[in-house]
């Protein structure tokens, strides 16, 4: 499903540079990134419109933001119920789809309606243990 701006919001070619940019994409990018990448097109485009689209998207269901990496906010057109696994040198995210069994204990679950579940992996991408390999042959 395409990303829709929110009602309200003026259709600037800039905002839907961001959403061209967003669709399918599956890096998880920063605000930053997207700034960056797009301003090649847009040179007067400020990164405010970057974060305020973004935040626009986000309040309305069609991006969800991650905490994830813990240098910088990154965002996620895909809004389906996944999983993250971050490397933690070169904070590559990538997505788990699978659906993983977590049932919450009753204790901690009395009187919620459980509306989903998003687990953080942690880890050292192949590339970045290769290289750290390499390092080490010296
Ligand atoms: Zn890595
Ligand atoms: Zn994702």
Same mark, same amino acid.
């Given at each position: ?20 940019? $967003? /669709?399918?994409? !599956?890096? &998880? ?7 960056? @990448?797009? =301003? +090649? ?12 689209? $973004? /935040?626009?998207? !986000?309040? &309305? ?7 994830? @990496?813990? =240098? +910088? ?27 993983? @069994? ?30 750290? @390999? ?5």
């Amino acid at each position: 499903m395409a990303i829709q701006l929110p009602k309200g919001i003026k259709r600037t070619p800039q905002r839907l540079a961001i959403l061209r940019y $967003l /669709e399918g994409n !599956r890096d &998880h990018p920063s605000a930053e990134e997207i700034y960056r @990448d797009i =301003k +090649r097109d847009f040179p007067t485009m400020s990164f405010a419109t970057v974060y305020n689209t $973004l /935040e626009a998207l !986000r309040a &309305h269901g069609q991006v969800i933001q991650l905490s994830i @990496d813990p =240098k +910088r906010r990154r965002y996620d057109p895909d809004t389906t119920m996944h999983h993250h696994l971050i490397c933690r040198r070169c904070s590559r995210i990538v997505d788990i789809h699978i659906d993983f @069994d977590i049932s919450l204990p009753e204790e901690f679950n009395k009187g919620y309606s459980l509306i989903g579940s998003h687990i953080e992996f942690y880890g050292i991408c192949p590339e970045c243990k290769e290289d750290r @390999d390499e390092d080490n042959k010296v």
